[in-house]
């Protein structure tokens, strides 16, 4: 499987930074992640043109036009043999001469087997929890997951599978995915503001709107413990239903006709590409 | 120069971890810095400690006594042939086979020349701004300074030489120091919470409570802007004067007497150690 640095394709096993790089000294570095539908890479413009935007926001030039990172992302995937494939682009702060200041970037892409969440996983659902927290430049795609990654024991004991972060009782998002509302009135909600902007969550509220109104605003917790369907929105978990939160039951624990609804035009969408 | 990696003495330059590793898939590793004063690592004891509880703390296992680290450590500097030497070690979250959970963690110890203010430094001080931001799991001495690197630009525009972090207007920390205030009344105010314990703050403390009434709490911005004296502490700076705070110059803009006292008895109990 090949993977590329800088300006050169090399082998996955040689994707390899120094410790010096201000991703392992500063966890400064953003990155994108997208996976491909029958080979094709799904929504790459909307990933390239986040990635970009991260690495404005993060004051890391790129060096690359949109065009050669797609260049380089198709001779990645024909030189690896995967039938699908999810593929991360990194860019860091580079190899810092005094550990703080950033240098000139490191960009990593690399391509491996990706696996997305099935059928079954969405009949089953996720039961979650929440938890009070605000994600640092929540707007910026960095590589800054250390809150989520040190939730998982809690996770586990709680026998959960995912985590919903909240704010003074305002939620935000789950560490990888968005979240999404839909109201006893019918009414699709989704958060504005304090979180990352998903690639599914713009396409989810597209196709929402031939389907129910949709509002982007601030959520209360109240409003999801009555709601009526919950599901969060992810490129691998595409639109996952979440049957339970906490300890309230939504949906009599099935997933719900709106969401089964999205979820059908959303694979359409996706096949049809 | 030497480095180690896991068991193995290596090449500082093959120092490398794959992009797998969860430091660069989600900024997840730990890690604690000191240096060396006449070739002796300085308070490697209390660096030691802290780096098994930020271990700990991450869920992370270190599988290295304390006794190993520092034979490994001073091997390492044996190998260099620097006069003085700043050594890191870290640990991360290891190769993780789904790019989130935590897997063999990867440890690295690395030397290099280090750099400290000088007494020049010192007679100049800091000039710094305030920003509102409390750090993630700030107890825990991980990567994660993104905001830190991020405020950089922020910092040249304003021409201020550290930033101090404030949440709710109680101050907490700067990004790699903690911070000292000293009242009109000639009490040492530090805060208690919220932020890395630092070693070179433990150390001040403890110089002094020979000269003078300390406490560790909350502490409002106003009474920072009302200061006698102002400084900060960090490995690399030992205690540094801050003469200005956003637009309010402290002490006549010039290092105070308590300041430059707790700096002598520090430099003293550096050299003896």
Redesign the interface.
Known sequence: MP?FINDTFIPA?D??????D????????VFDFFRTVNGRPLFIDDHLERFFSSAAA??LPVNKTKEELIRIVQQLLQQSSLPEAGI?I?L??GYSPD????ASPNL?I?CNPVKTATAADFEKGFSVITYE?Q???PHIK?????????L??FLKEKKADDVLYHYNNIITEFP?SNVFVVTKEKKLLTPARHMLKGITRKKVLSLAADVLVTEERDIHLEEVYNAAEIFLSSTSKRLMPVVQIDNIVIGEGKPGVITRELYRRFLEKEKNQ
Chains 1, 2 share one sequence.
Request: glycine letters at 4%; zero cysteines; hydrophobic letters at 40%.
């Open positions: 993977a096993d994707a390899k930074l120094h410790v010096s201000l991703s392992m000294q500063r966890g400064y570095a993060m004051h991360r990194m860091t702060g550990t703080y200041t950033p990593i690399t927290h994600r640092e430049l960095t590589i800054n997951y250390a809150m989520a990654v040190w998982q024991p990888r």
